[in-house]
């Protein structure tokens, strides 16, 4: 299945046959690692019986095809019949027929090495001799069987730190392992990635790795998947990738793409279906990469990664050392003008451009390569002097008189992948040079802890992103948020002691500790200066030391006991290897011992954690067993077994996953919004920061989406629940139009929200519809994704979260119209706890809508409530009111005369703060009683209560023509104190007794009941307006 992902292939002799290697890897239950290196091949078929069958299936195929793209009895066009739904053409395609009597058949045919660590030139080159003796019109020194067990029983593991040669079939291969203060082991080539993607598409699928968005690798070439995976995952330390990790997804396992959770897949490509024809159940988190095309698709909202352009700056010259375009090969003709147009010296020179000292730049190449310096070079030699004696003047400490025991391209390949890796270490140990100081240690022993982990603030995240620089919070806020952050601060706490470290957290924290030793500088003072990599002439001489004086030499293959009539050698054809002489490795041998299956594979991580934990065997034994249990299908999808039994366990498996991810979350936005707890969990402050309020609701709409596309039956847009809710808008519409829907969806005013206290003010109607609307008509919203994310942040804004999700999920006929049985949503006990979680959210104000969308127009509804006693019946001035908010304020709005109550739109105030109200002093009573002021958004339905009781007008109180009122959000609770009047503190604005005074011309009190009729006026819209018009 991973050796062949696509099963047999067979050809003639007029296609290509060249032989194709490729990598794969296995991830067990545990989250240890093998490594699988495969040659696929084609050798003749020689059964008759194949050929006969294969000419059949030939001629049936190409009758069928013919058959469909024959010409129609109606003379209408072909390709209009093709452009059909219905018609499968475009789903066959003919092949050249195969006769038996004259081509040769060819089938796939693979050899494949399983080892323990990825030594992939090693394998490569042991797979690939093997298959030159087998091509060879010569037989080999030895029969393969000689070869094949000197490398399963005789080549031992190199020992960290260690080289180590051996003989393959026609030359000594050589393979060499890093020390254990040095990064890991990693054998592909970094090269091929930036030369197939580009620095800038690398960078951002890099991002899109670090804040576990699902990836999707997308190539014909088995190899360039596999290169591309663990070049992403090796530049990520010291974090791992916690997800499902396939990066060659064989075709059987296709329904894996419908996972509900971060993975980093590689789908193979025929090359000849483009991205649109490819159907993938969901993609709003979906990061899809297309290799063979040097194309990136990203998900939105993707932050920059810190530094980005240093960064980049600095990898890029790196590259042009090496003569590697950081466009990608897509633009080689453009990059080597540009290379030749650049001075070598500029290229050294490390003030000028940065570059590493000691960098192996090849720089009388790049002088050969320039017109103007070739016309040079012809003159000067007539002088005698030569251009090849020139030098770059280098690093003279760098170790030039070693001689290394491989050829100079493999050097080079070690030299790019160890400079790329120490700068991409460098950014990751600059970031995080004081995380240790941040790490809460738990107070209770560590089987208590380990037993409550999920419940425990590991990391005090708000602290530390106080501590960064402002450009750094948008990524670094949703990176913590991360699973790999969050279990390398877990290996960090079960690893306390140097002894029991993890290898890769020991490497991190010896770099941190050389990073504050050189630095001097106090944990708080942080700064978002770029500083480069100063590591790597020390990384590239170890690797050139290791390569220069072998360490070890394997012993040489050599003649087996074997039977006469054993080892048989047959020119082009692999042969069938005597198991009997393989099956059993020598038992004299000093490296027996590695043949153990437990040298074969890394240590069980969740076993090594129960190791530093101290527990007894009863619960380390229950402890693994849990640990493998949840891992199974969550982590790795299981290859063996793909029975309909495991697939629908594999899906309830996802379900549950996706239920417990949504408990988590939403336990943890509540806990960092109350705050109470969030300080006692070990927060370093009460209120939650504006950047990690909007990275956890981010989250929390990434978690909708993938719950939404679960068990999709048909992908129809890019965000699943949009395209869920205009499926409900749809059908909603029809039944409005059909007369069976009368006005459910739509709440009336008797279920209107309780914050609409005063019946003074129109109801806001609650509706789903509505609010949908609302985000439909925000010009700035252009994709579905958007869309979506938009109408959840609205909808918890309103509280009114679960709500609407449980209306849209009340529709039964749709959601089984739209998904398969097994999805989340057709899960009723799963989708009632869910919704349960989200109206827990109703506990907490949000202002998540406003607070994201300020440019947006937004309309506001204004009552002005005068004094019910008398002074007010009369007023003749022309009055004006400005508002205020956290992001801006009205221009002074002139209201009618005698009108109380009106709608205005401007652009997003924010949270409002205070209203400024006064008039222009005009008329005969120009003295006006306002009891208070309402202002409330029409979208989000927030209502304002601006309290005043002070009078307007030259000679009554203060004489005061204008106040300003500060005002306060009324909460969805009624009010306990509901008198009419209620005068503001004295700091806000200041009181006096009020005077009852007289307003008649005869100086005689006017009724109460006349005046409340001459100042309640009530609007209603003018048809066809859009305005009041005022009764």
Same mark, same amino acid.
């Given at each position: 299945?991973?050796?062949?992902?696509?099963?047999?292939?067979?050809?003639?002799?007029?296609?290509?046959?060249?032989?194709?290697?490729?990598?794969?890897?296995?991830?067990?239950?545990?989250?240890?690692?093998?490594?699988?290196?495969?040659?696929?091949?084609?050798?003749?078929?020689?059964?008759?019986?194949?050929?006969?069958?294969?000419?059949?299936?030939?001629?049936?195929?190409?009758?069928?095809?013919?058959?469909?793209?024959?010409?129609?009895?109606?003379?209408?066009?072909?390709?209009?019949?093709?452009?059909?739904?219905?018609?499968?053409?475009?789903?066959?395609?003919?092949?050249?027929?195969?006769?038996?009597?004259?081509?040769?058949?060819?089938?796939?045919?693979?050899?494949?090495?399983?080892?323990?660590?990825?030594?992939?030139?090693?394998?490569?080159?042991?797979?690939?001799?093997?298959?030159?003796?087998?091509?060879?019109?010569?037989?080999?020194?030895?029969?393969?069987?000689?070869?094949?067990?000197?490398?399963?029983?005789?080549?031992?593991?190199?020992?960290?730190?260690?080289?180590?040669?051996?003989?393959?079939?026609?030359?000594?291969?050589?393979?060499?392992?890093?020390?254990?203060?040095?990064?890991?082991?990693?054998?592909?080539?970094?090269?091929?990635?930036?030369?197939?993607?580009?620095?800038?598409?690398?960078?951002?699928?890099?991002?899109?790795?670090?804040?576990?968005?699902? *990836?999707?690798?997308?190539?014909? %070439?088995?190899?360039? +998947?596999?290169?591309?995976? /663990? @070049? !992403?995952?090796? &530049?990520?330390?010291?974090?791992?990738?916690?997800?499902?990790?396939?990066?060659?997804?064989?075709?059987?396992?296709?329904?894996?793409?419908?996972?509900?959770?971060?993975?980093?897949?590689?789908?193979?490509?025929?090359?000849?279906?483009?991205?649109?024809?490819?159907?993938?159940?969901?993609?709003?988190?979906?990061?899809?990469?297309?290799?063979?095309?040097?194309?990136?698709?990203?998900?939105?909202?993707?932050?920059?990664?810190?530094?980005?352009?240093?960064?980049?700056?600095?990898?890029?010259?790196?590259?042009?050392?090496?003569?590697?375009?950081?466009?990608?090969?897509?633009?080689?003709?453009?990059?080597?003008?540009?290379?030749?147009?650049?001075?070598?010296?500029?290229?050294?020179?490390?003030?000028?451009?940065?570059? *590493?000292?000691?960098?192996?730049? %090849?720089?009388?190449? +790049?002088?050969?390569?320039? /017109? @103007? !310096?070739?016309? &040079?070079?012809?003159?000067?030699?007539?002088?005698?002097?030569?251009?090849?004696?020139?030098?770059?003047?280098?690093?003279?400490?760098?170790?030039?008189?070693?001689?290394?025991?491989?050829?100079?391209?493999?050097?080079?390949?070690?030299?790019?992948?160890?400079?790329?890796?120490?700068?991409?270490?460098?950014?990751?140990?600059?970031?995080?040079?004081?995380?240790?100081?941040?790490?809460?240690?738990?107070?209770?022993?560590?089987?208590?802890?380990?037993?409550?982990?999920?419940?425990?603030?590991?990391?005090?995240?708000?602290?530390?992103?106080?501590?960064?620089?402002?450009?750094?919070?948008?990524?670094?806020?949703?990176?913590?948020?991360?699973?790999?952050?969050?279990?390398?601060?877990?290996?960090?706490?079960?690893?306390?002691?140097?002894?029991?470290?993890?290898?890769?957290?020991?490497?991190?924290?010896?770099?941190?500790?050389?990073?504050? &030793?050189?630095?001097?500088?106090?944990?708080?003072?942080?700064?978002?200066?770029?500083?480069?990599?100063?590591?790597?002439?020390?990384?590239?001489?170890?690797?050139?030391?290791?390569?220069?004086?072998?360490?070890h030499t394997a012993l040489h293959p050599h003649l087996l006991d074997m039977k006469i009539g054993q080892g048989k050698y047959e020119p082009g054809f692999f042969p069938k290897l005597q198991s009997d002489v393989l099956s059993t490795g020598p038992a004299s041998n000093k490296w027996t011992k590695r043949n153990a299956p437990a040298q074969w594979r890394r240590k069980d991580r969740q076993k090594q954690h129960t190791e530093h934990l101290r527990l007894d065997n009863d619960q380390r034994e229950k402890y693994i067993q849990e640990a493998r249990t949840m891992g199974s299908t969550i982590r790795q999808?299981?290859?063996?077994?793909?029975s309909p039994s495991v697939i629908a366990q594999t899906n309830w498996k996802f379900v549950e996953g996706l239920l417990k991810e949504c408990r988590n979350k939403t336990k943890r936005m509540l806990v960092e919004k109350m705050g109470r707890e969030a300080v006692e969990l070990g927060h370093g402050e009460v209120n939650i920061t504006g950047v990690e309020e909007n990275t956890l609701?981010?989250?929390?709409?990434?978690?909708?989406?993938?719950?939404?596309?679960?068990?999709?039956?048909?992908?129809?847009?890019?965000?699943?629940?949009?395209?869920?809710?205009?499926?409900?808008?749809?059908?909603?519409?029809?039944?409005?139009?059909?007369?069976?829907?009368?006005?459910?969806?739509?709440?009336?005013?008797?279920?209107?929200?309780?914050?609409?206290?005063?019946?003074?003010?129109?109801?806001?109607?609650?509706?789903?519809?509505?609010?949908?609307?609302?985000?439909?008509?925000?010009?700035?919203?252009?994709?579905?994704?958007?869309?979506?994310?938009?109408?959840?942040?609205?909808?918890?804004?309103?509280?009114?979260?679960?709500?609407?999700?449980?209306?849209?999920?009340?529709?039964?006929?749709?959601?089984?119209?739209?998904?398969?049985?097994?999805?989340?949503?057709?899960?009723?006990?799963?989708?009632?706890?869910?919704?349960?979680?989200?109206?827990?959210?109703?506990?907490?104000?949000?202002?998540?809508?406003?607070?994201?969308?300020?440019?947006?127009?937004?309309?506001?509804?204004?009552?002005?409530?005068?004094?019910?006693?008398?002074?007010?019946?009369?007023?003749?001035?022309?009055?004006?009111?400005?508002?205020?908010?956290?992001?801006?304020?009205?221009?002074?709005?002139?209201?009618?005369?005698?009108?109380?109550?009106?709608?205005?739109?401007?652009?997003?105030?924010?949270?409002?703060?205070?209203?400024?109200?006064?008039?222009?002093?005009?008329?005969?009573?120009?003295?006006?009683?306002?009891?208070?002021?309402?202002?409330?958004?029409?979208?989000?339905?927030?209502?304002?209560?601006?309290?005043?009781?002070?009078?307007?007008?030259?000679?009554?109180?203060?004489?005061?023509?204008?106040?300003?009122?500060?005002?306060?959000?009324?909460?969805?609770?009624?009010?306990?104190?509901?008198?009419?009047?209620?005068?503001?503190?004295?700091?806000?604005?200041?009181?006096?007794?009020?005077?009852?005074?007289?307003?008649?011309?005869?100086?005689?009190?006017?009724?109460?009941?006349?005046?409340?009729?001459?100042?309640?006026?009530?609007?209603?819209?003018?048809?066809?307006?859009?305005?009041?018009?005022?009764?």
């Amino acid at each position: 299945m991973l050796c062949m992902p696509k099963g047999l292939a067979f050809k003639t002799q007029a296609d290509p046959r060249e032989p194709q290697f490729h990598a794969f890897i296995i991830t067990r239950e545990d989250g240890s690692r093998t490594f699988g290196f495969a040659l696929t091949f084609y050798e003749e078929v020689t059964s008759k019986q194949i050929c006969s069958a294969m000419q059949t299936l030939y001629h049936m195929h190409n009758a069928e095809y013919d058959v469909l793209h024959a010409p129609p009895a109606d003379g209408r066009d072909q390709s209009s019949m093709e452009d059909g739904e219905d018609t499968p053409v475009t789903k066959l395609q003919r092949f050249n027929s195969y006769d038996i009597s004259r081509d040769t058949l060819y089938v796939s045919k693979c050899i494949c090495l399983i080892t323990p660590m990825s030594f992939m030139k090693a394998c490569r080159s042991v797979l690939e001799q093997l298959y030159q003796a087998v091509t060879s019109p010569q037989p080999p020194p030895l029969p393969l069987e000689s070869y094949i067990y000197n490398v399963l029983y005789e080549v031992p593991l190199p020992p960290p730190g260690r080289s180590l040669k051996f003989s393959g079939v026609y030359g000594p291969i050589i393979c060499q392992r890093p020390s254990t203060n040095e990064l890991p082991l990693f054998d592909f080539p970094v090269k091929e990635v930036f030369e197939l993607l580009g620095v800038e598409n690398v960078f951002q699928l890099f991002t899109c790795a670090l804040l576990e968005f699902q *990836i999707l690798l997308y190539s014909q %070439h088995y190899q360039r +998947l596999m290169t591309v995976a /663990e @070049t !992403i995952t090796a &530049l990520m330390f010291p974090f791992q990738w916690q997800h499902v990790y396939v990066p060659i997804l064989p075709a059987s396992l296709l329904h894996f793409l419908d996972a509900p959770v971060p993975y980093l897949m590689g789908l193979h490509s025929n090359g000849l279906d483009d991205r649109s024809k490819l159907e993938l159940p969901q993609e709003a988190n979906l990061c899809f990469v297309d290799i063979d095309n040097h194309f990136i698709e990203l998900p939105e909202d993707l932050p920059q990664f810190p530094n980005k352009l240093e960064f980049v700056q600095e990898v890029s010259e790196i590259l042009m050392a090496f003569g590697i375009p950081p466009e990608g090969n897509l633009h080689c003709s453009e990059s080597a003008s540009k290379l030749k147009r650049l001075r070598a010296s500029e290229l050294v020179s490390d003030k000028r451009n940065g570059n *590493i000292a000691g960098s192996p730049l %090849h720089s009388y190449e +790049l002088l050969k390569e320039n /017109e @103007t !310096i070739a016309r &040079l070079q012809a003159l000067v030699k007539r002088t005698g002097v030569s251009l090849e004696k020139l030098e770059v003047r280098e690093d003279p400490s760098s170790n030039k008189d070693l001689k290394v025991q491989c050829d100079e391209e493999e050097l080079r390949i070690y030299q790019l992948n160890i400079q790329i890796r120490e700068v991409f270490a460098n950014r990751f140990t600059q970031m995080f040079a004081d995380y240790e100081v941040f790490v809460i240690q738990p107070s209770q022993d560590k089987e208590s802890w380990f037993t409550n982990r999920e419940q425990m603030q590991n990391f005090d995240k708000a602290s530390f992103l106080s501590d960064q620089p402002e450009p750094y919070l948008p990524f670094l806020s949703r990176f913590l948020e991360t699973q790999m952050f969050a279990s390398f601060i877990d290996n960090k706490i079960m690893c306390h002691d140097d002894d029991d470290k993890d290898p890769v957290l020991r490497v991190f924290d010896s770099r941190v500790d050389k990073i504050r &030793l050189l630095n001097v500088r106090t944990p708080t003072l942080r700064t978002s200066m770029y500083q480069k990599c100063t590591t790597v002439d020390e990384a590239e001489k170890a690797i050139e030391l290791r390569l220069a004086k072998i360490d070890h030499t394997a012993l040489h293959p050599h003649l087996l006991d074997m039977k006469i009539g054993q080892g048989k050698y047959e020119p082009g054809f692999f042969p069938k290897l005597q198991s009997d002489v393989l099956s059993t490795g020598p038992a004299s041998n000093k490296w027996t011992k590695r043949n153990a299956p437990a040298q074969w594979r890394r240590k069980d991580r969740q076993k090594q954690h129960t190791e530093h934990l101290r527990l007894d065997n009863d619960q380390r034994e229950k402890y693994i067993q849990e640990a493998r249990t949840m891992g199974s299908t969550i982590r790795q999808p299981k290859l063996s077994n793909l029975s309909p039994s495991v697939i629908a366990q594999t899906n309830w498996k996802f379900v549950e996953g996706l239920l417990k991810e949504c408990r988590n979350k939403t336990k943890r936005m509540l806990v960092e919004k109350m705050g109470r707890e969030a300080v006692e969990l070990g927060h370093g402050e009460v209120n939650i920061t504006g950047v990690e309020e909007n990275t956890l609701i981010a989250s929390l709409c990434d978690l909708l989406e993938r719950i939404w596309s679960h068990g999709l039956q048909v992908k129809q847009g890019k965000s699943a629940l949009w395209s869920h809710l205009l499926h409900y808008q749809d059908n909603r519409q029809r039944k409005l139009t059909s007369g069976s829907l009368s006005t459910s969806g739509i709440l009336l005013d008797s279920e209107r929200r309780k914050s609409d206290a005063s019946s003074l003010m129109p109801p806001l109607r609650i509706s789903l519809i509505q609010d949908m609307r609302h985000i439909q008509n925000i010009g700035e919203i252009k994709t579905d994704v958007g869309k979506a994310r938009a109408w959840v942040r609205l909808s918890m804004e309103k509280k009114l979260l679960s709500t609407h999700l449980k209306q849209l999920l009340s529709d039964h006929e749709l959601t089984k119209k739209l998904y398969k049985r097994y999805a989340f949503l057709r899960c009723d006990d799963e989708k009632e706890q869910f919704l349960y979680h989200l109206l827990s959210f109703n506990a907490v104000d949000y202002f998540c809508f406003t607070n994201v969308f300020t440019t947006i127009l937004i309309p506001y509804h204004i009552l002005i409530v005068p004094s019910k006693k008398l002074g007010g019946s009369m007023f003749t001035a022309n009055p004006w009111i400005c508002i205020s908010g956290e992001l801006g304020e009205t221009q002074i709005l002139q209201i009618p005369r005698n009108v109380l109550e009106m709608t205005f739109e401007c652009q997003n105030l924010g949270k409002l703060t205070t209203v400024q109200i006064g008039h222009d002093n005009s008329g005969l009573y120009a003295k006006w009683l306002v009891e208070y002021v309402m202002v409330r958004n029409e979208i989000t339905g927030h209502t304002y209560k601006f309290p005043c009781g002070r009078w307007l007008g030259k000679g009554m109180d203060d004489g005061s023509l204008e106040r300003i009122l500060v005002g306060e959000l009324l909460t969805s609770q009624p009010e306990v104190d509901e008198r009419p009047c209620r005068t503001p503190p004295l700091q806000q604005s200041p009181s006096v007794i009020r005077r009852l005074v007289t307003i008649s011309p005869n100086n005689k009190p006017t009724r109460q009941s006349d005046a409340v009729a001459l100042w309640r006026v009530w609007p209603c819209l003018g048809p066809g307006t859009g305005f009041p018009a005022w009764i």
